[in-house]
């Protein structure tokens, strides 16, 4: 039983409510998040620090004829909680279940859909432009940006022409001085110095024609009510700076706030997390990069690596320990970390420039016009490549080997497994005159002795894996590890064969003049989106040389593919294990 929140459906509901009924509110819905984000997993820390926030605006304004907007989203639990999706949120981030973040087709109180950060200002302010132009001049905009993202390209972007307009947007920011790791750069030095008093006379955002106002205890409920109200009444772009914890209520969440962004299962009592079992375990992906790099970059003083904000998910945060003048954390920063690599690469470095999938689409025009066109030789190493699971549809890595064969000069490469992703890291840096990609997922690989030493591999070759009689099977990265499974099961091995394509950019072309020789059908399947992906290199090649044999293609469908287990996600797309061999099964 929750006394107060039992009784919230839906914002209006908040209303009615007295001071002292909302502030118990804030516990309850603490611990509501805390007991469901036990078991079910998810964004913990980020939600738990805008509770009191969260309350503070329903109660304030009137969604959602008034605009909200929450920048990345995973702090919007409580939103969600407070906005009709309470029964429904021990769902969140499962097949058929809520999305871990805003979309506009599950609520009408998500005002727009998130996921990648820094994009809050740009749309509210677009919103609230519209709102000018068609005369509905009261509507209130709201835009609640963190610390870390505000400090992105996009977000000051936004400020720029925020500040010139005469638009009723509020900006607020939530300071808690962290993204999943610690916030870095000078921007965070300033906003500390605004909190210490020492800055105030040439205030940023006023500089920049804001109404500004704060520092306030995010947490002090009825402070954030009564400077909410004010800041209704005041006309023009405004922002209100906010002081939050990360995690706030629950003791561990607080301590270690980068474990607890996204803790995995706790006990909801005492916030501690499930231990990991005993037994030797494949590494993830993400570490086989961070201590491989450590080993090269002791043998070659030319590699640096950088992350735009993410240490601890691309697991540079090995080498930031060990070589702190040697890689770099830019913050939210994807588009300057990849124009950043091209300088060090022009200047003699060996940049290994780690950027999940999904956040690379950011830095696009940077890998075209700073990069590839100038024939640069930057190392991406792209993780959380193919279908993410939980995090859904912003953040599945399928787009990037479309986007990128498309390229001049670039390689793009994808590992069958361990191994093959430390073997192309040392070739990266053996003198490689051109940029490339490596592509690997999340989650754990497949060997327990992974750490051998590493081969140099040429560039451009496949390998057989088995050779077959009548069907060729043609992978890339280590979705052929599930092409391995599927063959072993299938009904006919022998007459299929296997081969691990490793590169969709330059194609192996030997490879490929044989296999269409020699076998009746070719089945192509890779963890991307369809068009234009690695089936489509193969296919692309087929026609240019005449071959007229059958190519089945499996790969991501044009569709938005939503949230669930990796394995649910892959049997939605058709390139589970039982469903290549089901196909291997008919057509041999
Ligand atoms: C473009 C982009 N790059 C990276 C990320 C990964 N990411 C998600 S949350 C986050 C940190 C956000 O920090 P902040 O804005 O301070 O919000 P807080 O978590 O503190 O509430 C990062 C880097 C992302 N969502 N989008
Ligand atoms: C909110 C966000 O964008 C990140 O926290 C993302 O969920 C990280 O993904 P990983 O858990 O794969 O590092
Ligand atoms: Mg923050």
């Not at 008093?197 to 920049?208: D, M, Y």
């Not at 939980?390 to 986007?403: C, L, M, P, S, V």
């Given at each position: ?5 039992d009784?919230?459906?839906a914002?209006?509901?908040l209303k ?7 502030v118990?509110l ?9 007991d469901?984000?036990?078991t079910?997993?998810?964004h913990l820390?980020?939600?738990l620090?805008?509770?009191e926030l ?7 304004f009137?969604?959602p004829t ?6 990345v989203?995973?702090?919007?639990y ?7 999706r ?7 981030r499962q097949?058929?279940g809520i999305?871990?973040?805003?979309k ?6 998500d005002a727009f859909?998130?996921g990648h950060s ?5 749309a ?14 009261n ?20 400020l720029?022409?925020l500040g010139?307009t005469?638009?009723n947007v ?9 993204g999943?790791?610690?916030?870095v750069?000078?921007?965070k ?14 205030n ?18 009825p ?17 209100l ?7 706030k209520?629950?003791k561990?969440?607080?301590k270690d ?17 499930e231990h990991k ?7 993830k992906?993400q ?13 070659n ?12 998910g691309?697991?540079l ?8 003048d ?6 939210i920063a994807?588009?300057h ?15 290994f ?13 940077q890998?075209?016009?700073?990069v590839?066109?100038?024939?640069i030789p930057v ?8 279908l993410?699971?939980e995090?859904?549809t ?21 590992p ?14 053996k ?8 592509r690997?997922?999340?989650g754990?690989?497949?060997k327990?002795?992974w ?11 496949s ?12 992978s890339f990265?280590p ?6 499974q599927?063959i072993a ?9 296997h ?14 003049d044989?296999i ?6 070719v ?7 369809i068009?234009?992906?690695f ?5 692309e090649?087929a026609?240019s040389k005449g ?9 991501v469908p044009?569709?938005?593919?939503g949230?669930g ?8 797309c058709?390139?589970s294990w039982?469903?290549i061999?089901n196909?291997l099964?008919?057509?041999?």
């Amino acid at each position: 039983m929750k006394k107060v929140l039992d009784k919230i459906n839906a914002p209006a509901d908040l209303k009615v409510l007295q001071l002292d009924e909302l502030v118990l509110l804030a516990k309850e819905l603490r611990a509501f998040i805390i007991d469901v984000v036990a078991t079910k997993e998810g964004h913990l820390g980020a939600s738990l620090g805008v509770v009191e926030l969260t309350i503070a605006i329903h109660y304030v304004f009137n969604t959602p004829t008034d605009k909200l907007i929450w920048d990345v989203g995973h702090q919007a639990y409580g939103h969600k909680i407070l906005t009709g999706r309470r029964s429904r949120f021990h769902t969140n981030r499962q097949l058929n279940g809520i999305s871990g973040f805003p979309k506009m087709d599950e609520s009408e109180y998500d005002a727009f859909g998130t996921g990648h950060s820094s994009t809050s200002i740009s749309a509210i302010l677009g919103m609230a432009l519209a709102s000018q132009l068609n005369k509905s001049d009261n509507t209130q905009h709201v835009a609640v940006i963190g610390d870390a993202s505000i400090a992105s390209g996009m977000a000051f972007e936004a400020l720029n022409h925020l500040g010139e307009t005469n638009t009723n947007v509020l900006v607020i920011l939530n300071d808690n001085t962290i993204g999943i790791d610690p916030s870095v750069g000078a921007l965070k030095k300033y906003l500390t110095n605004v909190k210490k008093g020492t800055a105030k006379e040439e205030n940023i955002f006023e500089c920049l024609n804001l109404t500004y106002s704060g520092p306030v205890d995010g947490h002090n409920l009825p402070l954030l009510i009564t400077e909410l109200e004010r800041l209704k009444t005041v006309d023009g772009p405004k922002l209100l700076h906010v002081i939050t914890t990360k995690g706030k209520g629950l003791k561990q969440a607080e301590k270690d706030q980068v474990t607890y962004h996204a803790p995995g299962k706790f006990n909801a009592k005492t916030g501690e997390r499930e231990h990991k079992p005993l037994a030797p375990e494949p590494p993830k992906f993400q570490d086989v990069f961070g201590k491989t790099i450590i080993e090269l970059a002791e043998k070659n003083e030319q590699i640096v690596g950088i992350t735009p904000a993410m240490p601890t998910g691309s697991s540079l945060k090995y080498m930031m320990e060990k070589m702190p003048d040697r890689a770099f954390d830019v913050g939210i920063a994807e588009q300057h970390a990849v124009t950043l690599a091209a300088g060090m690469a022009s200047n003699g470095l060996i940049p290994f420039c780690n950027i999940y999938s999904t956040f690379v689409q950011r830095g696009y025009d940077q890998i075209i016009h700073d990069v590839a066109i100038q024939n640069i030789p930057v190392v991406f190493c792209l993780d959380r490549a193919g279908l993410v699971g939980e995090d859904g549809t912003t953040h599945h890595g399928i787009y990037d080997i479309a986007f990128l064969r498309c390229i001049p000069n670039m390689i793009v490469f994808s590992p069958l497994d361990e191994v093959e992703l430390r073997n192309i890291m040392y070739t990266a840096q053996k003198g490689l005159k051109q940029p490339i990609a490596i592509r690997y997922p999340r989650g754990r690989g497949y060997k327990i002795d992974w750490q051998q030493p590493m081969e140099q591999i040429t560039i451009g070759s496949s390998v057989c894996l088995k050779q077959g009689s009548k069907t060729a099977v043609l992978s890339f990265g280590p979705i052929g590890n599930t092409v391995k499974q599927a063959i072993a099961a299938a009904n006919h091995p022998a007459k299929i064969g296997h081969f691990n394509m490793r590169f969709a950019k330059p194609l192996d072309t030997q490879a490929l003049d044989a296999i269409f020789k020699n076998y009746e059908q070719v089945v192509t399947v890779e963890d991307g989106c369809i068009i234009g992906g690695f089936g489509s290199a193969v296919l692309e090649y087929a026609n240019s040389k005449g071959f007229k044999t059958k190519i089945k293609q499996f790969g991501v469908p044009d569709n938005t593919i939503g949230h669930g287990t990796i394995k649910e996600l892959h049997d939605i797309c058709g390139i589970s294990w039982e469903q290549i061999k089901n196909y291997l099964d008919q057509t041999n």
